[in-house]
């Protein structure tokens, strides 16, 4: 991930990801990751607490 203040966009960063072609169609619109399509990344923990639950990563 890296950041660039002067940039239009200010935060970038590379994913890569291992899928089994026979069970995962990245043309498929509807699946979490497909070509072209725009993500959310976060950075935290995994909330298994029973407090916060609005928050699923801290």
Do not use: H, W
Not at 33 to 42: A, M, Q, T
């Amino acid at each position: 991930m890296s950041k660039d203040g002067s940039s239009a966009v200010r935060v970038t960063c590379s994913l890569t990801c291992n899928v089994s072609y026979g069970d995962y169609n990245v043309e498929d619109m509807e699946s979490d990751f497909s070509i072209n399509k725009k993500i959310f990344l976060e950075i935290g923990v995994k909330n298994d607490s029973d407090e916060y639950l609005e928050y699923p990563i801290l």
